[in-house]
Nanobody
């Protein structure tokens, strides 16, 4: 069982930056692939980024275009999402998730946080 708690969301102007954090409970954090997803009202949950268990490999949604960076600190049981160059269309509830596959589909993830809201004003 893994419990995930996101933080770091907020209101930011277009072009600004935010750093999201996701703290995991338990001693098995390093055995999970970690992903970030987002969901805007009326939209399906969308893949943002995934990172391998060691942190060496990562993958991003096409819309990221080099603006976001996912990272993890296994000693602190935490995964991060650094978001730069934010756009109004990035406004959404951002979730972190833990799974046993390096995958972009939310169905492949077993544990989810409650989400943190990111709002980007124009």
């Amino acid at each position: 069982q893994v419990q995930l708690v996101e933080s770091g969301g907020g209101l930011v102007q277009a072009g600004g930056s935010l750093r999201l954090s996701c703290a995991a409970s338990g001693r098995t954090f390093s055995s999970y692939f970690m992903g970030w997803f987002r969901q805007a009202p009326g939209q399906e949950r969308e893949f943002v980024a995934v990172i391998s268990r060691s942190g060496i490999y990562s993958n991003y949604g096409d819309f990221v275009e080099g603006r976001f960076t996912i990272s993890r600190d296994n000693a602190k049981n935490t995964v991060y999402l650094q978001m730069n160059g934010l756009k109004p269309e990035d406004t959404a509830l951002y979730y972190c998730a833990a799974g046993v596959e390096f995958h972009t589909s939310p169905q492949k993830y077993d544990y989810w946080g409650q989400g943190t809201q990111v709002t980007v004003s124009s």
